[in-house]
C-alpha cells in the first residue's frame, strides 16, 4: 500500500463504462484583463444553470478592494458587484440562498448573490459553511472548530466531539465539510504543527533547502454524522498530506482530494470513496499535475481540474491549466482547454450535465463548450 492513504473513507467496485471523447474545450468566458489592478478569486459558485459568481478582490499595489463577478443570464455578462469584506468561500443552497464567509464574519443573500446580509457574529473564525436546508448548517473553521445552526447562521452551537480530537488547537482546523444527505455531513481537518527543522529562507527564495528536506506524516480529522447533527463520530489518524475536499453522493459514492505539501515529490491524490463503509482506493497521481479541485455529477461523470506543476517549489508562478474527466475512475481522458488558462488554483461548479463551469484564482471563468465539427473534406 502506498504511504499516501485517504485519511477518511475509499471506494466500492469501480464501473466499466469509459466515458468517450467528446468533442468539447474549455473555453474562456470572462477575464478580468485591467491595467495596474489584478482580480484574485478565492471561491466561485454556479448554484443554477442562469446564476453564477465568483468572490474574491481586486488589488492595486498594496490595496485591496473586496469584489464579486456575477452572471445571472448563464454567462451570457458579467457584472463587478462590490463586496464589503474580503471573502474566504462560498456555499449555496439553490439559485437564490447562499452563505458567504469573510475574514470577519458570515453574509447571506436570498438574490443569488446580487445583496449580501451579515449575520451575528460567529463564535470562532470560520473557514467554509455547508446547509442542508435553509436553516440547518454546520461551520468548520480553525482552533478544532465545528459549529451548526438550525434558524440559518443566526445562531451557532459549538460540536464537543470536534474539539476533543488530539492535538494542539492553535495548528488544527478543519477545512471542509459537506452533506452526502440531509441526515449524513462529513468535516474533515488537519493538525500541522511547525516543522521543527525549517529553511532559513521562503522556498522560493532558497528552493534547494526545501528539496533537502522530506515530508512528515500529521494528524487528520475526520468528523461524521448520520443524524443531521445530533450526534457526531470523531476519527483521526497519522497521515500524509491533508484532505481539502471531497464530493460526495447520496448512493454512497465519492470523491476525495489529497493535497500534499513541496516536501512531497507528488503534489496531489485523488481517492474514489465509499462513505458508508469507509473503504477508500486512490484513482488517479502525478507529479506533473496538481489536482486543487474535483466534481462528481450525480451520473457519477467525475471531473478533476488543476494545473501543470514546474516542479517540487509550486504555487509561485501561475501554471497551465489541466482538466481530466472518467466514468470508470480508472481511465482519465485529458481535456481540451483554452491555451490562455493559467493559475496556481482552480475552481469548479457544475450545476447539472449540460452546464460545466470552471475559474481560475487569476480572474478568469471557463465553460465547457461544444466545439464545432469540422468542414468535411
Partial sequence: MSRYAFPVIACLALSAAVLPAPAQRWKIQYFYDQQKTSLTINDFAFPSAQYGIAVGYIAEGKREEPMSVI??????????VPLKETPISLFFLDDSIGWMVTVKGLWR??????????????????LRVCFSTPKDGIAVGVKKLVLTTHDGGETWAPVAAAAD???????????????????????????NPPRRFAPLFPDWLDPQATLRMHDVPHLSYSLATNDGGKTWRPGNG?????????????????????????????PSEVYQLDWRTGRSVSVYKDNKVGISDIWLEPDGTAYL????????????IPSKVVVFTSRDYQT??????????????????????????????????????????PNAK
Fill in 71 to 80: 452572471t445571472s443570464d448563464g454567462g451570457g455578462h458579467w457584472q463587478l
Fill in 305 to 316: 481540474a488543476g494545473i501543470e506543476e514546474p516542479g517540487r517549489v509550486r504555487d509561485i
Fill in 332 to 373: 482519465w481522458q485529458s481535456m481540451p482547454v483554452d491555451y490562455r488558462a493559467t493559475g496556481l488554483r482552480t475552481m469548479l461548479a457544475i450545476p447539472d450535465s449540460q452546464h460545466q463551469w470552471m475559474a481560475t484564482d487569476n480572474g478568469m471563468i471557463l465553460r465547457l463548450v461544444q466545439e464545432s465539427a
Fill in 238 to 266: 497519522s497521515f500524509f498530506g491533508q484532505t481539502s475536499r471531497f464530493r460526495l453522493s447520496p448512493d454512497g459514492k465519492g470523491l476525495g482530494l489529497v493535497e500534499y505539501s513541496e516536501l512531497s515529490d507528488l
Fill in 165 to 191: 480530537q488530539p492535538g494542539d488547537p492553535l495548528y488544527s482546523a478543519y477545512m471542509w465539510v459537506g452533506f452526502a444527505t440531509p441526515k449524513m455531513a462529513l468535516a474533515v481537518g488537519t493538525n
Fill in 109 to 126: 443573500t436570498t438574490e443569488a448573490g446580487k445583496n449580501w446580509t451579515k449575520l451575528p457574529k460567529v463564535p470562532g473564525e470560520i
